[in-house]
């Protein structure tokens, strides 16, 4: 028998033992295990009832997500779980940990299910650009029904011990020790006589769905206008659909149609990209898994303001106490209001329990004056956005801050080098870059300095684990990784509508592409202010000369009109909507501005908005490559899925590039170089990887 699958009897119960660290993921080996385990158990004579268990942190998560894509190899996972379900003993599946994907399918291929309460169940191949693919898809709704069974399949999201003990997914929850628990709750079975339950046979969970066959569309609409052009989920309503509409082998062989076809799709193999990216960007190649941490048990917030208040939420959440200072008394008393009332509206949404909130709000301690930070282990500043005064800052904090104290900056522009050079601990310094806001945005951009040392760089990744952010290691430049390459697209859009487009048909191409919104609503929603203001600073200077983006935002903001805040900018705004509605009275500013700029306007194409918008964010990666500013071409992508919102199914821009081919994109860059100037001149790697037939990401 496989070392991974094990079988021994204990008294009357036989008992199936699976161990494949970490995640007991079902991997050949383990479901050869399995397979060898149940015709074990089914020809035991003494055995009445067998039991499937995990050791280590989890039932299995899931199928082995390395084996997609390669040649499958036997025992298929539906064999196994068919070999299961068809024993004539009672099977019952002990879970504990993430029951996921096919670890479900298992759950659901058995006769019963028993968990502790603290066990997650769920069905993530939607996740990975796939669908169930073992009978979820078809057990699912038979046992729960069709509404939550959807619900689950098509979200992604787990549920509880609880709540599936209520919703019928797991018959019973085990207090104590799991597999005493579920040995105990085995013989019970055998006892009362119980036979194995199929749940292919179980009808009265889906009569409902069968009397209202309009639910499937309404589900379908309902999905399509969060999708983005994402398919998987509208793959698992075709999937479900057939629980109603054909009988169950028939069902199960269209949900294997369905997944093979997911299988081999862009989406799905971007999607197991990003999932392993994820896993990656947490890894810093100089700064081993066993690097001494700071225990992070107090923390400072320095300025209350827009950032501040959200990063001393996010202590908070990670249940670590919090002081959050501001040297103005009435902004900080603002900051703790607007931070009462972003709980007070996810409790009144019913995502957090008062009780947690008054616990979370408890952590939060107001102070005013910079001794307040003697008892944090770490301090994140996020007072104004000027030099002189976050090097005074830090200078104080370090005399008042513990000798081995970590100390952050939020900044968004400004040089982490020279901050930390005030301090007399820079190898402490560095930079937590949160995105706005900042209890909500997954992103954190962890900026490590010239002389930041492993332990406080290891410290702020782990914190920010426990605050639930990604977080990914940048060098020190100007805007890091993400505004860096921003700033790029921003550009070439702000060009293209002196050329030719118009703000609406830009946005409309990228959120074709994609992503939630266009440059030019996300520019009304940022402010078009702050733009106008520096540049309004550098004409002053003479530092703004040449070919600038601006230009009509600058006429824009002359009218007063700075986005969403004044319900004009871009677009216009009916009162109280943040749907963006095209102006009439913009497209005559932007017309008289291509004619006071010299430019004869002429059509641009979908494509080539696509290609200036996307391409020159791709070069500048390309140099934050040659750089060492990211660490991989995968971290990039992950910035800018989890800060930016580019859509996960296309991998990332850098994904993208590869899927494009890197070539074309090289060729494109240089053309614009010919037609734009300089701002297009290839990066080096860009040019090495177009000329060797190389990939960013290894694909
Ligand atoms: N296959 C292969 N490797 C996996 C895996 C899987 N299903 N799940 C996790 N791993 C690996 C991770 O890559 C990571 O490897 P590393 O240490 O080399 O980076 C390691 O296991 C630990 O994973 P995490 O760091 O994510 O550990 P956490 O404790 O934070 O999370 C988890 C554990 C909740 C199980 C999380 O890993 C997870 O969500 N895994 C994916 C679950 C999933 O999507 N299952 C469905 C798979 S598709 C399927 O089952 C198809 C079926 O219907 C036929
Ligand atoms: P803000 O203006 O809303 O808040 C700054 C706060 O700092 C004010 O409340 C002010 O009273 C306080 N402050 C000033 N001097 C202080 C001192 N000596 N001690 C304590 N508090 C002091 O600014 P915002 O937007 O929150 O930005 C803060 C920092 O975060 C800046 O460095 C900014 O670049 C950065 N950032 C901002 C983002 C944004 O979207 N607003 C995004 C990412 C970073």
């Not at 292919?200 to 999708?227: G, W």
């Amino acid at each position: 028998m496989s070392e991974l699958v094990t079988y021994e009897r204990q008294g009357e119960i036989g008992v199936i033992t699976a161990n494949n660290p970490p995640v007991n993921a079902l991997g050949q080996g383990v479901r050869q295990g399995l397979a060898e385990a149940i015709a074990q158990g089914v020809a035991d004579g003494e055995a009445k009832a067998l039991l499937i268990i995990c050791e280590g942190r989890t039932f299995f998560a899931g199928a082995d997500i390395r084996e997609f894509g390669k040649p499958p190899q036997a025992p298929g996972l539906p064999e196994v779980l068919d070999a299961i379900e068809s024993s004539p003993k009672p099977i019952v599946a002990a879970i504990h940990g993430t029951a996921f994907g096919g670890g479900l399918e298992v759950a659901l291929a058995c006769h019963y299910r028993c968990g502790v309460a603290s066990a997650q169940f769920g069905l993530p191949e939607v996740k990975l650009g796939l669908l169930p693919g073992a009978g979820g898809t078809q057990r699912l709704p038979r046992l729960i029904g069709v509404e939550p069974a959807l619900g689950m399949i098509t979200s992604g999201d787990p549920i509880g011990g609880k709540e599936a003990l209520a919703n019928g997914l797991a018959d019973e929850l085990v207090e104590g020790d799991l597999r005493e628990g579920a040995l105990a709750f085995a013989r019970r079975i055998v006892a009362e006589g119980k036979p194995p339950v199929k749940i292919r046979d179980l009808t009265a969970s889906i009569e409902e769905a069968k009397a209202k066959p309009s639910l499937f569309d309404d589900y379908r609409k309902r999905i399509a206008a969060r999708a983005r052009g994402n398919l998987s989920a509208l793959r698992c309503i075709d999937a479900v659909e057939g629980v109603v509409t054909l009988p169950f082998d028939e069902g199960i062989a269209r949900e294997r149609a369905l997944f093979q076809e997911a299988l081999v799709s862009d989406q799905s193999a971007a999607l197991r990209y990003v999932f392993f990216a994820e896993r990656e960007v947490a890894k810093i190649p100089d700064v081993p898994k066993d690097t001494p941490t700071l225990d992070v048990k107090r923390g400072a917030v320095l300025g209350a303001g827009t950032m501040g208040g959200g990063i001393a939420m996010n202590f908070a959440n990670a249940g670590i106490a919090v002081t959050l200072v501001d040297v103005n008394p009435d902004v900080l008393k603002r900051g703790m209001e607007i931070i009462e009332r972003n709980y007070a509206s996810t409790v009144s949404k019913g995502r957090l329990s008062q009780e947690e909130m008054d616990k979370r709000m408890a952590l939060i301690t107001p102070g005013e004056g910079l001794e307040a930070v003697a008892g944090a282990d770490l301090v994140i500043e996020a007072v104004f956005e000027d030099m002189a005064l976050k090097k005074e800052i830090f200078g104080k904090l370090d005399t008042l801050a513990r000798p081995d104290a970590v100390l952050a900056t939020n900044t968004s522009t400004l040089d982490v080098n020279e901050i930390a050079a005030a301090t007399s601990r820079p190898g402490q310094v560095l930079g937590m870059h949160f995105f706005s806001p900042a209890n909500v945005m997954r992103l954190l951009e962890i900026v490590r300095g010239a002389k930041t040392e492993p332990g406080p760089l290891a410290t702020a990744m782990a914190v920010a684990r426990r605050m639930g952010k990604v977080g990914a290691v940048v060098g020190v430049c100007d805007g890091f990784v993400g505004n860096r390459m921003l700033h790029q697209y921003t550009r070439e859009a702000a060009f293209l509508i002196e050329e030719g487009a118009l703000p609406q048909q830009v946005d409309k191409v990228i959120t074709g592409f994609g992503l939630p919104m266009g440059p030019f609503a996300m520019g009304d929603l940022a402010g078009l202010d702050i733009g106008f203001r520096v540049r309004k600073h550098r004409k002053a200077q003479g530092t703004l000369t040449g070919r600038y983006a601006g230009h009509v935002a600058d006429r824009l903001c002359e009218m007063e009109r700075f986005g969403q805040k004044t319900s004009a900018g871009y677009y216009r705004y009916e009162k109280g909507s943040r749907a963006p509605v095209p102006d009439p009275d913009v497209e005559a500013l932007i017309l008289k501005t291509s004619e006071e700029l010299g430019i004869a306007r002429r059509n641009i194409s979908d494509e080539e908005i696509l290609a200036r918008c996307l391409y020159p964010m791709i070069n500048e990666a390309a140099k934050i490559l040659d750089e060492g500013i990211a660490l991989r071409a995968s971290d990039v992508d992950i910035i800018w899925i989890n800060g930016y919102g580019f859509p996960a199914h296309r991998g990332g821009p850098m994904f993208h590039a590869d899927s494009v081919g890197v070539k074309s994109v090289y060729d494109a860059v240089c053309e614009f170089q010919k037609e734009h100037g300089d701002v297009w001149k290839p990066a080096n790697l860009l040019k090495k990887l177009a000329e060797e037939g190389g990939t960013f990401t290894g694909r």
